[in-house]
C-alpha cells in the first residue's frame, strides 16, 4: 500500500478471498474486513479509486457495514446474468464481476442500464481481453498487464 500511497488515479481491486466459513466465521471475518478495510483507506489518493471484491456475500455486506460509502464488487464463476445484477443490488455493489466467456453483449447492457458496471474475467490471454472490450465491458481484470498495455500501444 505504501508503493501506491503517491500514485494518483490507479484503479485497484482488494478481493476478499473469505469463503472458508470455518475460517472465515463472523467475528473473525468482521475483524478481517475492518483491518482491510482501514488499512486500505488510510492510504487512498484522492485521485484514485478502490473496490472491495468478493466471491462472498458475506465480506461485501460487513464491509458495506463498515462503510456503508464503500465500493463493492460482487464476483460471481458465471455470466452477468439478471439473478447476479439483482443480488449486486442487493447488496449495494454498483459493480459485478463475471466470466466474459460466459456473458453476452446483451446481459453486459442489461446490467449497464440497471446502473451496474461490469468488469470480465479471467484475463489470462489477450483474446480474453478483446472479447471483453467487444462485449463493452467497463473493465477487465488481468494477469497479463505488461501485454494489453504494449497491445493497446501497437492498436493505438
Known sequence: M???ADKPGVYFEFEMKTGDKKYYSGDRLEAY?????DRVMARQPRT????????DQRALKVMKRIDPAADILFITGG????EVVQTAQKLGAKRIGCRVDM???LQVRGAQKAG???SGWPGNTLDDYELGMALGM???CTDIPVKVMAWKD???
Not at 474486513?33 to 478495510?37: D, F, G, T
Not at 455470466?79 to 439478471?82: G, L
Open 33 to 37: 474486513c475492518k483491518k482491510l478495510h
Open 103 to 105: 456473458t453476452s453483449r
Open 48 to 55: 484514485s479509486f478502490y473496490v472491495f471484491t468478493s466471491f
Open 79 to 82: 455470466p452477468c446474468s439478471k
Open 2 to 4: 505504501a508503493w501506491f
Open 154 to 156: 501497437r492498436t493505438r
Open 116 to 118: 451496474i458496471r461490469v
Open 138 to 140: 467497463d473493465a477487465m
